[in-house]
Protein backbone atom coordinates (compact mmCIF):
# COMPACT_ATOMS: atom_id res chain seq x y z
CA UNK A 1 0.00 0.00 0.00
CA UNK A 2 0.98 3.51 -0.73
CA UNK A 3 2.54 5.76 2.08
CA UNK A 4 1.67 8.99 1.03
CA UNK A 5 -2.55 10.37 1.26
CA UNK A 6 -2.70 13.31 -1.23
CA UNK A 7 -6.26 14.93 -1.95
CA UNK A 8 -8.04 13.67 -4.91
CA UNK A 9 -8.08 16.43 -7.29
CA UNK A 10 -7.38 20.28 -6.86
CA UNK A 11 -7.84 23.66 -9.20
CA UNK A 12 -5.48 26.14 -10.09
CA UNK A 13 -6.03 29.04 -12.04
CA UNK A 14 -3.14 29.82 -14.71
CA UNK A 15 -0.16 31.97 -13.52
CA UNK A 16 -0.89 31.07 -9.72
CA UNK A 17 1.30 29.20 -7.85
CA UNK A 18 -0.07 25.60 -7.14
CA UNK A 19 0.41 24.44 -3.35
CA UNK A 20 0.10 20.16 -3.50
CA UNK A 21 -0.08 18.87 -0.23
CA UNK A 22 0.81 15.71 0.63
CA UNK A 23 0.88 13.35 4.26
CA UNK A 24 3.65 10.73 5.02
CA UNK A 25 3.49 10.12 8.48
CA UNK A 26 5.01 6.84 8.73
CA UNK A 27 7.81 7.67 6.45
CA UNK A 28 11.47 6.53 8.46
CA UNK A 29 14.37 8.03 8.80
CA UNK A 30 16.34 6.86 5.81
CA UNK A 31 13.06 7.60 3.39
CA UNK A 32 13.22 10.78 0.64
CA UNK A 33 10.06 12.20 -0.38
CA UNK A 34 9.58 12.04 -4.35
CA UNK A 35 7.34 13.51 -6.80
CA UNK A 36 6.18 12.35 -9.82
CA UNK A 37 3.78 13.35 -12.16
CA UNK A 38 1.47 12.07 -15.19
CA UNK A 39 0.19 14.04 -18.16
CA UNK A 40 -2.52 11.89 -19.77
CA UNK A 41 -1.55 9.24 -21.66
CA UNK A 42 2.16 9.56 -21.14
CA UNK A 43 4.07 8.24 -18.60
CA UNK A 44 4.71 9.34 -15.62
CA UNK A 45 7.80 12.11 -15.19
CA UNK A 46 10.01 12.60 -12.56
CA UNK A 47 9.70 16.64 -10.63
CA UNK A 48 11.86 16.41 -7.35
CA UNK A 49 12.66 14.80 -4.69
CA UNK A 50 14.05 15.79 -0.48
CA UNK A 51 15.16 14.40 2.42
CA UNK A 52 14.27 16.47 4.68
CA UNK A 53 15.74 20.23 3.47
CA UNK A 54 13.38 22.22 0.56
CA UNK A 55 14.28 21.67 -2.33
CA UNK A 56 13.83 23.58 -5.76
CA UNK A 57 14.77 22.74 -9.45
CA UNK A 58 13.41 24.63 -12.47
CA UNK A 59 10.20 22.32 -12.38
CA UNK A 60 8.97 23.23 -8.88
CA UNK A 61 10.04 23.56 -5.07
CA UNK A 62 9.50 20.81 -2.22
CA UNK A 63 8.76 22.10 1.03
CA UNK A 64 9.37 19.55 4.14
CA UNK A 65 7.98 19.99 7.31
CA UNK A 66 10.05 19.56 10.04
CA UNK A 67 9.10 16.51 11.31
CA UNK A 68 8.95 15.07 7.93
CA UNK A 69 5.19 13.57 8.60
CA UNK A 70 4.02 16.11 5.36
CA UNK A 71 5.53 17.92 2.27
CA UNK A 72 4.24 20.27 -0.23
CA UNK A 73 5.17 20.41 -3.45
CA UNK A 74 5.25 24.27 -5.55
CA UNK A 75 4.46 24.69 -8.57
CA UNK A 76 5.41 28.67 -8.67
CA UNK A 77 3.37 29.88 -11.50
CA UNK A 78 0.85 26.82 -12.93
CA UNK A 79 0.73 26.38 -17.05
CA UNK A 80 -2.35 24.41 -18.91
CA UNK A 81 0.57 22.29 -19.15
CA UNK A 82 0.82 21.56 -15.71
CA UNK A 83 -2.79 19.88 -15.71
CA UNK A 84 -1.74 16.27 -14.65
CA UNK A 85 -2.07 13.44 -11.57
CA UNK A 86 0.85 14.42 -9.19
CA UNK A 87 2.02 11.83 -7.56
CA UNK A 88 3.81 11.78 -4.29
CA UNK A 89 6.11 8.91 -3.07
CA UNK A 90 8.11 8.09 -0.10
CA UNK A 91 11.12 5.75 -0.87
CA UNK A 92 14.33 4.95 -0.19
CA UNK A 93 17.15 7.05 -1.64
CA UNK A 94 18.31 6.30 -4.70
CA UNK A 95 15.44 3.45 -5.02
CA UNK A 96 17.76 0.78 -4.96
CA UNK A 97 14.83 -1.44 -4.78
CA UNK A 98 12.92 0.75 -7.84
CA UNK A 99 9.78 -0.47 -7.17
CA UNK A 100 8.00 2.79 -6.44
CA UNK A 101 4.49 2.61 -5.19
CA UNK A 102 2.04 4.61 -6.05
CA UNK A 103 -1.03 6.27 -4.32
CA UNK A 104 -4.01 7.61 -6.40
CA UNK A 105 -2.56 10.94 -6.51
CA UNK A 106 -4.01 14.43 -6.90
CA UNK A 107 -5.54 15.22 -10.36
CA UNK A 108 -4.67 18.98 -10.69
CA UNK A 109 -6.48 20.80 -13.28
CA UNK A 110 -4.85 24.51 -14.28
CA UNK A 111 -7.89 26.72 -15.79
CA UNK A 112 -7.31 29.71 -17.95
CA UNK B 1 18.69 10.42 -19.44
CA UNK B 2 17.05 7.44 -20.13
CA UNK B 3 14.67 7.66 -23.31
CA UNK B 4 12.25 4.67 -23.70
CA UNK B 5 10.38 3.33 -26.46
CA UNK B 6 7.64 0.72 -26.45
CA UNK B 7 5.83 -1.02 -29.30
CA UNK B 8 3.13 -1.36 -29.59
CA UNK B 9 1.80 2.07 -28.55
CA UNK B 10 -1.47 0.62 -28.55
CA UNK B 11 -3.65 -2.76 -29.34
CA UNK B 12 -6.95 -4.07 -29.27
CA UNK B 13 -6.55 -8.02 -29.14
CA UNK B 14 -9.53 -11.18 -28.73
CA UNK B 15 -9.95 -12.50 -25.39
CA UNK B 16 -7.94 -15.65 -25.53
CA UNK B 17 -4.78 -14.82 -27.47
CA UNK B 18 -1.16 -13.45 -26.10
CA UNK B 19 0.55 -10.35 -26.89
CA UNK B 20 3.97 -9.36 -26.81
CA UNK B 21 5.23 -5.96 -25.67
CA UNK B 22 8.62 -4.60 -26.37
CA UNK B 23 10.63 -1.90 -24.38
CA UNK B 24 14.00 -0.29 -25.62
CA UNK B 25 15.94 1.90 -23.93
CA UNK B 26 18.74 3.97 -25.80
CA UNK B 27 21.54 3.65 -23.00
CA UNK B 28 22.48 0.33 -20.52
CA UNK B 29 20.93 0.20 -17.73
CA UNK B 30 20.35 -2.83 -15.04
CA UNK B 31 16.74 -2.44 -13.80
CA UNK B 32 14.20 -2.44 -15.80
CA UNK B 33 10.21 -2.45 -14.45
CA UNK B 34 6.45 -3.75 -15.62
CA UNK B 35 3.91 -1.48 -14.54
CA UNK B 36 0.35 -1.59 -15.84
CA UNK B 37 -2.36 1.18 -14.99
CA UNK B 38 -5.96 -0.14 -15.14
CA UNK B 39 -8.27 2.47 -16.41
CA UNK B 40 -8.85 5.63 -14.21
CA UNK B 41 -6.61 3.97 -11.35
CA UNK B 42 -2.95 4.11 -10.80
CA UNK B 43 -0.03 2.52 -11.55
CA UNK B 44 0.95 -1.00 -10.37
CA UNK B 45 4.20 -2.52 -10.15
CA UNK B 46 4.08 -6.17 -12.26
CA UNK B 47 7.47 -7.46 -11.90
CA UNK B 48 11.18 -6.29 -12.28
CA UNK B 49 13.30 -7.58 -14.75
CA UNK B 50 17.22 -7.39 -14.38
CA UNK B 51 19.35 -8.38 -16.86
CA UNK B 52 21.22 -12.09 -16.48
CA UNK B 53 18.39 -13.33 -13.76
CA UNK B 54 14.83 -14.21 -13.75
CA UNK B 55 12.14 -11.74 -13.16
CA UNK B 56 10.61 -11.25 -9.69
CA UNK B 57 6.84 -10.97 -9.73
CA UNK B 58 4.99 -9.06 -7.32
CA UNK B 59 2.13 -10.65 -5.13
CA UNK B 60 -0.65 -11.26 -7.95
CA UNK B 61 1.02 -11.25 -11.03
CA UNK B 62 2.48 -14.89 -11.59
CA UNK B 63 5.27 -15.65 -14.43
CA UNK B 64 2.64 -17.68 -16.55
CA UNK B 65 0.48 -15.15 -17.41
CA UNK B 66 2.75 -12.36 -17.66
CA UNK B 67 6.44 -14.10 -18.63
CA UNK B 68 8.77 -11.65 -19.28
CA UNK B 69 12.39 -11.84 -21.01
CA UNK B 70 15.64 -9.53 -20.61
CA UNK B 71 17.64 -10.28 -23.26
CA UNK B 72 20.67 -7.41 -22.45
CA UNK B 73 21.02 -4.50 -20.82
CA UNK B 74 18.95 -2.27 -23.36
CA UNK B 75 15.96 -4.48 -24.08
CA UNK B 76 12.69 -6.40 -22.22
CA UNK B 77 9.70 -7.83 -23.30
CA UNK B 78 6.03 -8.47 -21.24
CA UNK B 79 3.60 -10.74 -23.11
CA UNK B 80 0.13 -10.92 -21.57
CA UNK B 81 -1.32 -13.96 -21.89
CA UNK B 82 -4.54 -15.40 -22.73
CA UNK B 83 -5.95 -12.22 -22.58
CA UNK B 84 -9.01 -11.43 -21.38
CA UNK B 85 -11.11 -8.00 -20.78
CA UNK B 86 -9.76 -7.01 -17.35
CA UNK B 87 -6.16 -7.44 -18.76
CA UNK B 88 -7.62 -4.23 -20.57
CA UNK B 89 -4.34 -1.67 -19.01
CA UNK B 90 -2.02 0.83 -20.06
CA UNK B 91 1.35 -1.17 -19.83
CA UNK B 92 4.40 0.92 -18.84
CA UNK B 93 8.23 -0.10 -18.80
CA UNK B 94 10.83 2.10 -16.92
CA UNK B 95 14.06 1.51 -15.60
CA UNK B 96 16.03 2.92 -13.21
CA UNK B 97 18.86 5.16 -14.43
CA UNK B 98 21.45 8.21 -13.24
CA UNK B 99 19.49 11.04 -13.96
CA UNK B 100 21.65 13.01 -11.69
CA UNK B 101 24.63 12.96 -9.89
CA UNK B 102 24.09 10.70 -6.99
CA UNK B 103 20.78 9.81 -7.58
CA UNK B 104 19.63 6.89 -9.30
CA UNK B 105 16.03 8.07 -11.43
CA UNK B 106 13.25 6.06 -12.53
CA UNK B 107 11.90 6.80 -16.25
CA UNK B 108 9.15 5.62 -17.61
CA UNK B 109 8.16 4.79 -21.32
CA UNK B 110 5.15 6.15 -23.20
CA UNK B 111 2.60 3.19 -22.30
CA UNK B 112 1.52 0.55 -24.16
CA UNK B 113 -2.52 1.19 -24.24
CA UNK B 114 -3.90 -2.40 -24.45
CA UNK B 115 -7.94 -3.36 -25.24
CA UNK B 116 -8.88 -6.61 -25.08
CA UNK B 117 -13.02 -7.61 -26.42
Known amino acids: DAKTTQPTSMDCAEGRAANLPCNHSTISGNEYVYWYRQIHSQGPQYIIH???NNETNEMASLIITEDRKSSTLILPHATLRDTAVYYCIVMNYGGSQGNLIFGKGTKLSVKP | SAVISQKPSRDICQRGTSLTIQCQVDSQVTMMFWYRQQPGQSLTLIAT?????????ESGFVIDKFPISRPNLTFSTLTVSNMSPEDSSIYLC??????????????FGPGTRLTVL
Open chain 2, 94 to 107: SVLDRGMPDYNEQF
Open chain 1, 50 to 52: GLK
Open chain 2, 49 to 57: ANQGSEATY
